[in-house]
């Protein structure tokens, strides 16, 4: 009772751990490495990205020069679009803690990471609209394991433009309300998942214009009718 009593009264925290406990128990029961043969590095995840994986802890370790330029880049080339594109995700810094015999366990839990940070994202954007109690982790764990994402998790540079969709809506009510808004929503998709910039770029736009109309629509400022609690 007294971890139901504790979870009930941390709603974020089961925003965050309950969609990467689904989805673990999803990985176990699959027989994804170590718990069996099989393995997330499938499709571009096993054939393109973990190779920019490797060449990242590479570069952190022992080449800090291949930031700028490579020559495994066909003949030689710059690598600042590659490190942008690919590798500039502050989840990437899980991959330091593995050996490079053990990425793709490194990718495992960094996608169980992006799924808990997801659902935690959209969690803190209901809670600030005046969203309560289990409905947090409810939506947020909807949310976190909607069908865009598990279709798209062998692309998990792509997860970050998801992650940052929330927080993105909290700047812009906080931007309308006359608050500052945190400018790391904003700026951490903008500088590298041109696939998903579009995308945010035309919710930003919506949301700007819903957030506006309704800004006077209660303590909240989002216009939403009374939220269960």
């Given at each position: 009772?007294?971890?139901?009593?504790?979870?009930?009264?941390?709603p974020?925290?089961c925003?965050a751990v309950?969609?990467m406990?689904i989805?673990a128990?999803?990985?176990?029961?699959?027989?994804?490495?170590p718990?069996?043969?099989?393995?997330v590095?499938?499709?571009?995840?096993?054939?393109?990205?973990?190779?920019?994986?490797?060449?990242?802890?590479?570069t952190?370790?022992?080449?800090?020069?291949?930031?700028?330029?490579?020559?495994?880049?066909a003949?030689?080339?710059?690598?600042?679009?590659?490190?942008?594109?690919y590798?500039?995700?502050?989840?990437?810094?899980?991959l330091?803690?593995?050996?490079?015999?053990?990425?793709?366990v490194?990718?495992?839990?960094?996608t169980?990471?992006?799924?808990?940070?997801?659902?935690?994202?959209?969690?803190?954007?209901?809670k600030?609209?005046?969203?309560?109690?289990w409905?947090l982790?409810a939506?947020?764990?909807?949310?976190?394991?909607?069908?865009w994402m598990?279709a798209?998790?062998?692309?998990?540079?792509?997860?970050?433009?998801?992650?940052?969709?929330?927080?993105?809506?909290?700047?812009?009510?906080n931007?309308?309300?006359?608050?500052?808004?945190?400018?790391?929503?904003a700026?951490?998709?903008?500088r590298?998942w041109?696939?998903?910039t579009?995308p945010?770029?035309?919710?930003?736009?919506?949301?700007a214009?819903?957030v506006t109309?309704s800004?006077?629509n209660?303590?909240?400022?989002a216009?939403?009718?009374?939220?269960?609690?």
């Open positions: 009772m007294r971890v139901y009593h504790w979870l009930k009264a941390h974020l925290v925003a309950l969609p406990l989805m128990v999803y990985f176990i029961a699959r027989g994804v490495y718990f069996g043969n099989s393995s590095l499938t499709v571009d995840m096993g054939q393109q990205y973990i190779d920019f994986y490797a060449y990242f802890r590479s952190v370790f022992g080449h800090p020069g291949q930031l700028f330029y490579s020559f495994s880049n003949l030689g080339g710059d690598m600042y679009g590659t490190f942008a594109y590798l500039l995700s502050p989840y990437n810094l899980v330091l803690l593995f050996p490079k015999t053990m990425l793709d490194a990718v495992a839990v960094m169980l990471l992006k799924y808990g940070s997801a659902g935690l994202a959209m969690a803190y954007y209901l600030t609209t005046g969203w309560r109690s409905w982790p939506w947020g764990t909807a949310y976190a394991l909607s069908g598990l798209n998790q062998l692309n998990l540079m792509w997860f970050d433009g998801a992650i940052c969709l929330p927080l993105i809506a909290v700047a812009l009510a931007l309308v309300a006359g608050r500052r808004p945190f400018a790391i929503s700026g951490w998709p903008r590298s041109s696939i998903t579009s945010l770029c035309c919710a930003c736009f919506w949301l214009t819903l109309k800004c006077g209660g303590p909240a400022g216009g939403s009718p009374a939220r269960p609690r």
